[in-house]
């Protein structure tokens, strides 16, 4: 491979490390019921700390409500755990992370709607942020590298 090739997948592994990392961070509390409930109402005075603005909203306490947060949570974690896996061999795996940007940005899609329609807290706004911003560099990381391996291959 390319010296710059090199360093852009270098620099693409850390990304990916990063922003699996971040899933797993994030999302980790959702799994457990008690820290689950715990984590949503910490979120609820953060929106408030801020001044973010929305509907407040409210802590589930029914089981079904708090299973389908836990399994919410699970489903992130390993999200984040495939995209960790990617980082070892990002060529190779692209379409995870490309798949993962299209995610991604459904999902800040779904935010807006719901900030929208449905004036919930503001806090998620910057999840949605956060993850339109990843789907970027993801898809970015990946045009770039193809360009690069694809430059290197009719260069030989």
């Known amino acids: ?3 710059s090739s ?4 270098a620099r693409f592994r850390l990304f990916l490390n990063f922003s699996g990392l971040s899933y797993i961070i994030l999302a980790a509390p959702l799994m457990v019921p008690e820290f689950c409930r715990n984590y949503l109402a910490w ?3 953060l929106n408030g700390f801020l001044s973010l603005g929305g509907e ?6 029914g089981g079904v409500l708090t299973l389908l947060i836990n399994t919410a949570g699970i489903d992130f974690v390993l999200i984040g755990v495939f995209v960790i896996y990617t980082a070892r061999n990002p060529v190779a795996r692209w379409f995870i992370p490309a798949v993962n940007a299209l995610g991604r940005s ?3 899609g779904v935010i807006g709607h719901y900030v929208i329609v449905y004036d919930i807290a503001r806090i998620v706004l910057l999840v949605g942020i956060l993850d339109v911003s ?6 970015s990381c990946l045009f770039l590298l193809r360009t690069s391996v694809r430059a290197q291959d009719t260069a030989r």
């Open 1 to 3: 491979m390319h010296v």
């Open 6 to 9: 090199d360093r852009s997948i």
């Open 43 to 45: 979120l609820c005075r």
């Open 56 to 61: 407040e909203p409210v802590v589930p306490s």
């Open 106 to 108: 459904l999902f800040t």
């Open 134 to 139: 990843i789907s970027a560099l993801f898809l």
